[in-house]
């Protein structure tokens, strides 16, 4: 990595505290050889639940969590078969719903599904139509409304934001891709304007001289948009900072990077995968990729000790293990708005383990009862109470 990557953590209102926006910077360059390494253990500073998702001749499902509430989880697969299924918080098979199809009440993809529990209804992001599709949770059709999206493009992140709105990410808007909209009807309720100089895309993309797209590659899932507490942290790859969104709209800055985005060729942005009281886990990722070996985007990861004040690579394990069974952040996708993020554990590897005596605690308990054909366990990361 040849660029200076530098971040500025400023531990603000968004943690609970009370200091000023201009106190607190850490600053370090993420392009050092190496940093002290730190040995954690997930269970130590994150409550972790694991929840079996019921198996039967209905619900056979490869466990792609959409959402996480009280009552709910909303799971699908991974393709495009149209299929939602819906389970109680104890991983209890309720209904499984398809409503795919041309017509207009039904949806012609399904990219991602938002939970809103207060109002029983699920929000459809059907992306190749550009268009939200609401149903309840019996699956009956309720209403539908276009995307408030730039370019044919779609919204890449969209969450429960409060009792009338949702809070979306438009990854092509190049002016203000963070928008509050209506859960009514589509339109904006509010547009958070992220201050950046230009507009800048985290993906690698060939085209003939016509501009028509031939190839594409991205770095992998990340989020845009992360629940923290009453607030939400904004990522926009334009912007020198990410954002935290206060519940009066105004941003305050979390994470401050510097040289600015523009003066750099190739880019190196920073992404969050995990906030806790005491952690920020994050990575750097350089914006490059050779498609002749379908490679590339290469990390560096690390976090930041909000106690100890400093920075440092590490590597996590799963504690209900009876070994050091290595955890990789990436795994980790937010489940809601309340700052949860799921994982998914393959019933046929914990039947192996829990065989082999290499399971303790909860993670036993749960595998004890699994068969190896069973659907996915999903571990649920909380903020510990």
Not at 240 to 253: A, F, K, Q, V
Not at 310 to 334: A, C, Q, R, W
Request: hydrophobic residues 35%; charged residues 30%; negative net charge.
């Amino acid at each position: 990595m040849k660029h200076i990557l530098i971040f500025a953590i400023v531990l603000l209102a968004a943690t609970g505290c009370s200091q000023k926006q201009n106190d607190g910077f850490i600053t370090v360059d993420v392009t050092k050889s190496s940093y002290p390494k730190k040995e954690l253990v997930l269970q130590d500073f994150m409550d972790v639940e694991y929840i079996p998702l019921e198996t039967n001749d209905e619900f056979v499902n490869q466990g792609h969590v959409n959402a996480i509430g009280e009552k709910y989880i909303i799971v699908t697969n991974y393709g495009n078969d149209g299929d939602i299924f819906v389970y109680d918080r104890n991983g209890k098979a309720i209904r499984k719903i398809n409503r795919k199809g041309q017509g207009g009440e039904e949806y012609i993809s399904c990219r991602s599904i938002t939970l809103d529990e207060e109002n029983e209804e699920l929000f459809v992001n059907d992306s190749y139509a550009i268009k939200i599709k609401v149903y309840d949770l019996e699956g009956n059709f309720k209403r539908s409304f276009n995307q408030k999206s730039e370019k044919r493009s779609f919204y890449v992140d969209m969450f429960d934001y409060d009792k009338e709105n949702l809070i979306c990410y438009d990854k092509f808007n190049y002016e203000i891709p963070f928008l509050i909209v209506s859960k009514q009807d589509g339109s904006i309720t509010k547009e958070i304007k992220v201050p950046f100089k230009e507009k800048k895309l985290f993906l690698i993309v060939i085209r003939k001289p016509d501009g028509v797209v031939t190839a594409s590659a991205g770095p992998g899932p990340y989020s845009s948009i992360i629940p923290l507490g009453k607030n939400w942290l904004l990522f926009e790859a334009s912007s020198d900072t990410i954002y935290t969104l206060m519940p009066d709209y105004s941003l305050r800055p979390f994470i401050v990077r510097t040289p600015p985005i523009h003066t750099m060729d190739p880019e190196v942005y920073p992404v969050l995968r995990l906030v806790s009281d005491r952690y920020y886990f994050m990575e750097s990722i350089k914006n490059v990729y050779d498609f002749s070996k379908e490679e590339g985007f290469p990390k560096k990861y690390f976090i930041y000790d909000t106690q100890e004040k400093d920075f440092f690579s590490y590597i996590i394990y799963n504690g209900d293990y009876t070994y050091k069974k290595e955890l990789y952040m990436v795994m980790l996708t937010p489940a809601n708005s309340k700052g949860e993020l799921w994982a998914a554990l393959e019933a046929f590897d914990l039947r192996k383990e829990y065989e082999k005596g290499k399971l303790k605690g909860k993670l036993k308990d749960v595998a004890a009862t699994l068969g190896e054909d069973d659907n996915r366990v999903i571990m649920l990361v909380k903020p510990k109470r």
